[in-house]
């Protein structure tokens, strides 16, 4: 095990502005770097500062590589066909839409980069090729990343599940 990596970044570095990692997610982080370190034997490896500074742009950087990664945008696979914006939105104004407003949302967003700043849509696509290629150098084959994907624990959600009378017993 002592030639397995583990590179943890701390914090959030491409968290959204105002927020910040809490307390829990930090700790359940650093014990888990603990555990792979001091019990399991790996070797713990830093990310560089280009990186971590890489990271600090992660939502443009996932986007854009998002858009750019296949032909078929991600909104058409969601949607099941191409995407006329404004046509399917007044549908969904007048009642007679098949998708939500979330879907719709999506496919706003998604091409919003590339259309409204395509040098920075272009040079976040160089930044996450550049990043991508650091953490495969720095990971090899059979290294473990560890990175907070949210600023805080997942909430509980409380619901009533009723039982539904086909499920039960006469």
Same mark, same amino acid.
């Given at each position: 095990?002592?030639?397995?990596?583990?590179?943890?970044?701390?914090?959030?570095?491409?968290?959204?502005?105002?927020?910040?990692?809490?307390?829990?997610?930090?700790?359940?982080?650093?014990?888990?770097?603990?555990?792979?370190?001091?019990?399991?034997?790996?070797?713990?490896?830093?990310?560089?500062?280009?990186?971590?500074?890489?990271?600090?742009?992660?939502?443009?950087?996932?986007?854009?590589?998002?858009?750019?990664?296949? /032909?078929?945008?991600?909104?058409?696979?969601?949607?099941?066909?191409?995407? /006329?914006?404004?046509? /399917?939105? %007044?549908?969904?104004? !007048?009642?007679?839409?098949?998708?939500?407003?979330?879907?719709? %949302?999506?496919?706003?967003?998604?091409?919003?980069?590339? &259309?409204?700043?395509?040098?920075?849509?272009?040079?976040? &696509?160089?930044?996450?090729?550049?990043?991508?290629?650091?953490?495969?150098?720095?990971?090899?084959? /059979? %290294? &473990?990343?560890?990175?907070? !994907?949210?600023?805080?624990?997942?909430?509980?959600?409380?619901? &009533?599940?009723?039982?539904?009378?086909?499920?039960?017993?006469?």
């Amino acid at each position: 095990m002592s030639k397995l990596r583990v590179l943890s970044i701390a914090g959030h570095p491409g968290v959204l502005i105002g927020q910040s990692v809490t307390p829990e997610i930090e700790d359940a982080q650093t014990k888990v770097l603990h555990h792979l370190v001091e019990v399991v034997g790996m070797k713990q490896i830093a990310p560089s500062k280009q990186l971590l500074e890489g990271l600090t742009q992660a939502f443009d950087v996932w986007s854009a590589m998002l858009n750019a990664a296949a /032909d078929t945008p991600f909104t058409d696979l969601l949607i099941g066909r191409k995407v /006329d914006f404004f046509k /399917d939105f %007044g549908a969904l104004l !007048t009642g007679k839409s098949s998708h939500t407003l979330p879907a719709l %949302g999506l496919a706003w967003i998604e091409k919003f980069p590339e &259309i409204i700043a395509p040098a920075r849509f272009q040079a976040s &696509i160089k930044k996450g090729l550049e990043m991508r290629k650091e953490i495969q150098e720095l990971l090899g084959e /059979d %290294g &473990i990343l560890l990175y907070p !994907t949210h600023p805080t624990p997942a909430v509980l959600v409380l619901f &009533i599940y009723s039982h539904s009378r086909a499920y039960e017993n006469s």
